[in-house]
């Protein structure tokens, strides 16, 4: 019995098709699981970028050019639930999977059998939410944010969108419970709290925080359901219900949604720069105690999305400064980020050049947040495209580069091969680049006035937009250097040691590169 259980377990490379394909669909093993997060995060990446060509190709130049505007309006919506739900939450679950047991010196997940459950609804949701395209009255087109009256007038779309949230909502949750678990139960002895890594400490953190937001959004979109199929009214002005309660419940998920996507890069950054630096991080506690900080005050800032709907004045004073003062927490991992790096014996692999990217872009969309949350000046900003510019600079340079950062870093802990490190920096190089000369301009557009989600625009605008367009299919081409990167890696090059990193600190670098399908399984201990 014993070799058999052996020989399954293993035997991760069966021969024949429908052994291996059976293999993926059945594996609970985390690091299986985390790599069928991080390549289907890296397909819906080139879905929903190709979404966003779409809709930069159309804002070329002034006129319509390739598409109507009813599906320009598809293209934004499914883009931004794609590249948000599908792929940038996937990609952190899959770096959790892979480095958090790891890193913590466990096994595997506390629960394999809800990780497998947990990965598998992706697809599915996704799917569903890609065949609308192909259903009477196209895609949802009523942005991501689903705002009743508009998003219930959609066609045979709106159930499929609904339910389609509703599985990505239940396997973000299982996936949280999974984490938590995992972290509380699991580390090796000797590893207290604060004893753990910071990528650690921000997935836990991150996954209590979508434990509180995702009910909260399944909760909204099941009364838009009701109030489309069933005759209730709690959003329908008509029947004594209240479309702006929609949004106060939508943004008290959607603004701790955003450090959702944010926190996990925090702690790819918070390993990346001590490890090139040759430094441990400085102020760990700081930093852990900052997140945390970050992580309550994401949760009673939603309104500053909604100060033009009109509310009091005292309400609208409230979450301004609420917002101004999570720049503090947010002030103090810059600091010690940048203070980790000071004195420090500094190079500049790929994994470095990503996080410092980060660094200097996500704290540039920061300022354009705190201008954004000030009341009066919000007015003039509100559903411009200085909102398309700042989201984008959080979203891109932010989580984005720290998703890279974290795929150079580990990339030869998972296939025992280095990177090509000149391809890698060409991609880093060219990413930077074309992301600034892509959402650079649309602060000046968004000054200027131009309204987002329109696919026509007067002339005015046209010279950035252009730019916009250019820097927009410069940066989708300079990903296409990430993929053959990955590629080349797997497919052999120079070995990897178990230490891949001179400066690297930490118990994922005490076994050996490619990582074995089972490890730790007797538990290191940390002193």
Request: glycine share 8%; hydrophobic share 55%; net charge neutral.
């Amino acid at each position: 019995m014993s070799t058999t259980a052996i020989d399954v377990h293993a035997g991760h490379r069966p021969k024949g098709v429908l052994p291996w394909i059976l293999r993926w669909i059945t594996t609970t093993n985390h690091k299986d699981i985390g790599t069928l997060y991080l390549v289907f995060s890296l397909l819906m990446f080139f879905v929903g970028g190709s979404m966003a060509l779409v809709v930069r190709a159309e804002l070329f130049q002034p006129g319509l050019q390739f598409v109507d505007p009813y599906f320009f309006n598809q293209m934004t919506t499914v883009h931004a639930l794609i590249m948000i739900f599908g792929m940038i939450m996937p990609a952190f679950a899959g770096f959790a999977n892979w480095m958090v047991p790891l890193m913590i010196g466990a096994p595997d997940m506390a629960l394999p059998r809800l990780n497998n459950w947990s990965f598998w609804l992706l697809p599915f949701a996704t799917a569903m939410l890609l065949l609308t395209f192909f259903l009477p009255g196209g895609a949802p087109a009523a942005g991501w944010t689903m705002y009743p009256p508009l998003s219930t007038q959609a066609g045979a779309s709106f159930p499929f969108m609904i339910f389609a949230v509703h599985l990505l909502g239940i396997s973000s949750i299982m996936a949280s419970i999974n984490i938590i678990v995992t972290i509380m139960n699991l580390r090796a002895p000797g590893m207290t709290l604060m004893k753990m890594p910071m990528f650690v400490w921000t997935w836990l953190i991150t996954a209590y925080l979508m434990l509180l937001a995702m009910p909260v959004l399944a909760g909204a979109v099941t009364m838009l359901l009701t109030d489309h199929f069933f005759g209730t009214s709690f959003f329908r002005a008509a029947g004594g219900g209240d479309p702006v309660m929609y949004q106060h419940i939508f943004w008290f998920f959607g603004h701790p949604e955003v450090y959702i996507i944010i926190m996990p890069a925090f702690g790819i950054i918070s390993q990346v720069i001590p490890t090139f630096s040759r430094k441990p991080l400085f102020g760990y506690a700081a930093m852990v105690y900052a997140t945390a900080s970050i992580a309550f005050l994401s949760a009673i800032v939603w309104s500053h999305h909604m100060f033009t709907v009109g509310m009091p004045l005292a309400g609208q004073l409230f979450f301004m400064l609420t917002t101004m003062i999570i720049a503090i927490p947010t002030g103090v991992k810059i600091f010690n980020w940048t203070a980790t790096m000071w004195k420090g014996s500094l190079t500049f692999e790929t994994p470095m050049l990503f996080a410092i990217g980060f660094l200097f872009l996500f704290t540039l969309g920061g300022f354009s947040g705190l201008m954004v949350a000030i009341v009066p000046a919000d007015f003039q900003y509100h559903d411009t495209y200085f909102v398309v510019a700042h989201f984008h600079y959080v979203l891109v340079p932010g989580a984005l580069f720290g998703a890279f950062a974290g795929a150079y870093y580990w990339l030869p802990k998972w296939t025992g091969h280095m990177y090509d490190e000149r391809l890698g920096k060409l991609h880093f190089w060219l990413t930077a680049i074309f992301v600034n000369v892509t959402f650079f301009p649309q602060h000046f557009l968004g000054l200027a006035g131009m309204p987002r989600r329109i696919p026509d625009y007067a002339v005015q605008f046209a010279d950035f937009n252009a730019i916009s367009s250019i820097g927009a299919f410069g940066l989708g081409l300079a990903q296409l250097i990430f993929v053959w990167v990955i590629i080349k890696c797997i497919r052999g090059g120079e070995k990897a040691t178990d230490r891949v990193w001179e400066g690297a600190e930490g118990l994922e670098w005490t076994v050996p590169s490619p990582a074995p399908h089972h490890t730790f399984q007797t538990p290191p201990v940390v002193k």
